[in-house]
C-alpha cells in the first residue's frame, strides 16, 4: 500500500452537531467502527473526534446555552454543522477568498481545535454551508 498523498486540499474533518455525545457516540464508534480521536473542547463545544482514514467526523455538543452550537441546535436541530478542508497555505486561501467576495466569519486565523490555524467562511457565499479552512 503506498502512502497517501496528503498535499493539496483535502477535507480535514466534518462537524456535526449534537444535543448530546452520549446520543450519536455509538453509532460513529461502535457501528461505523471508527476509532475515537481525541481532542480538545472548543468554541464553546464538547468534541468527540472520530477516525475515518484522513478525516474525522467531530461530534459537537453544546457547553453552554449560548454557544454556537447550541444556537444551531436550537433553530435546526442536530446534523451538519460545517465542512473543513485542509489548506496548503491557508493566508493565501483566505486572501483568494477575500478577493472573490467571499464572506469571511474570520479575517484573521484563530487557533482551532486540533491546534491548527482555522478561519471559517459565511455559509451565505458558500452555497449554505459552513465552511472551515484549515492549515496543515
Ligand atoms: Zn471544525
Redesign the pocket.
Known amino acids: 500500500m503506498t502512502t497517501p498523498d496528503r498535499r493539496g486540499t483535502r477535507i ?2 466534518i ?1 456535526v452537531a449534537v444535543r448530546a455525545l452520549d446520543d450519536v457516540l455509538p453509532f460513529y464508534r461502535d457501528v461505523l467502527g471508527l476509532p475515537e480521536s481525541p481532542l480538545d473542547d ?1 468554541d464553546g463545544a464538547r468534541i468527540a473526534g472520530l477516525a475515518a482514514g484522513d478525516s474525522l467526523v ?1 461530534l ?1 455538543e453544546p457547553a453552554a446555552a449560548d454557544s454556537p452550537i447550541a444556537r444551531f441546535v436550537g433553530k435546526k436541530g442536530p446534523g451538519i ?2 465542512v ?1 478542508f485542509c489548506v496548503e497555505d491557508l493566508d493565501g486561501t483566505l486572501a483568494r477568498a477575500k478577493a472573490a467576495g467571499i464572506v469571511l466569519i474570520d479575517e484573521v486565523p484563530r487557533i ?2 486540533e491546534g491548527k490555524r ?1 478561519a471559517f467562511l459565511h455559509p451565505k457565499s458558500t452555497g449554505g454551508v459552513l465552511i ?1 479552512l ?1 492549515e496543515y
Open positions: 480535514a474533518h462537524g472548543a467531530e459537537l454543522h460545517h473543513c482551532g481545535a482555522i472551515e484549515s
